[in-house]
């Protein structure tokens, strides 16, 4: 189970290097192993896709402001 909830692009934009491979194979072993939810691997601008679809659009800038600071924050 990996304790990362951040994309490799949130790392990259923070200016980190990871083993991108390694990432990979700890996300697909996450994923297909169904302990973690997929959500957790997503980037900011999905989970704001995520929330348009479910008819929320007016939430869409004020939530990926939120998430970008968030994440610059770490």
Avoid: H
């Avoid at 790392?11 to 192993?33: C, H, N, P, V």
């Avoid at 980037?43 to 869409?60: H, K, M, N, T, W």
């Amino acid at each position: 189970m990996a304790n990362m909830a951040m994309t490799m692009a949130d790392l990259q934009q923070l200016g980190r290097t990871e083993d991108t491979a390694a990432l990979e194979r700890t996300k697909t072993q996450d994923i297909e192993s169904g302990q973690i939810f997929v959500g957790v691997y997503w980037s900011c601008d999905e989970v704001a896709d995520v929330i348009e679809l479910l008819g929320f659009p007016q939430y869409r800038v004020c939530l990926i402001n939120a998430l970008y600071s968030l994440v610059s924050n770490l």
